[in-house]
């Protein structure tokens, strides 16, 4: 049975335990070591099924980003898993690029397939800060917003309101982030604390915050570790 992918794509599709993965792997190092060479291993593929490449294996090629599918979605969550490993400034970095590189308000301004409306709910999630890895862990990962503003109405008469002042085209990294006033450390967001109301107070930087976001206790939801 063909498959629109290869291993770099589907290595990672174990949403609900990242840290297992990191564990297989040999560690966090490693796991990093891995996700980064995913935008460096040249884009090669096998077409023998198919008899010539189909337009998921040009897109790739085209977009110029290694082994980085976006178009196809399998790896759309891949860019995330940094914040699992201490490393959220990559996120940042890689989820800026896809959306200012691969994004336009044009008939052609998908970059692939959108396939059940899965790469716009990428954009959108990712322009507001945060993306749904496992979405029935009630958590958000982080990543970093792509407006100075933004003010969600929720059904319940809450908002949730992110304000990131200093964003810009250079300042895409997170410095600091304040939750309702109060320092906030971690990798990820909780749906349940969000729906209550909220407010996000994003410190944009140019430069990567390598000590923000580092400690175990800041990474997002893994069966192997939450469920012990």
């Given at each position: ?100 590189k691969l994004y336009f308000a044009t008939p052609d301004g998908f970059c692939g397939d959108e396939?059940?409306?899965q790469t716009s709910a990428w954009y959108v999630f990712s322009a507001m800060g945060f993306y749904p890895v496992c979405p029935a862990s009630d958590q ?89």
């Amino acid at each position: 049975m063909p498959t629109e992918g290869n291993s770099w794509h589907y290595t990672w599709s174990v949403f609900h335990d990242i840290e297992g993965l990191i564990g297989l792997m040999g560690g966090k190092d490693q796991f990093v070591s891995m996700l980064d060479s995913v935008f460096v291993i040249p884009p090669v593929f096998d077409d023998s099924y198919y008899g010539s490449p189909i337009h998921e294996i040009r897109e790739m090629q085209i977009m110029n980003m290694g082994n980085y599918a976006h178009g196809n979605q399998p790896i759309q969550h891949m860019i995330y898993l940094y914040d699992y490993a201490g490393q959220p400034w990559k996120t940042q970095a890689h989820v800026r690029e896809v959306m200012d590189k691969l994004y336009f308000a044009t008939p052609d301004g998908f970059c692939g397939d959108e396939d059940n409306g899965q790469t716009s709910a990428w954009y959108v999630f990712s322009a507001m800060g945060f993306y749904p890895v496992c979405p029935a862990s009630d958590q958000y990962v982080l990543g970093a917003p792509l407006f100075k503003k933004i003010v969600l109405n929720l059904e319940n008469g809450k908002q949730v309101i992110l304000d990131a002042p200093q964003n810009s085209s250079t300042n895409k990294y997170i410095n600091s982030l304040t939750l309702n006033g109060t320092q906030y450390t971690k990798n990820w967001l909780s749906h349940s604390e969000l729906m209550k109301g909220t407010q996000l107070h994003f410190d944009m930087s140019s430069q990567p915050n390598m000590k923000r976001g580092t400690s175990n206790t800041d990474a997002p939801y893994s069966f192997s570790v939450n469920e012990k």
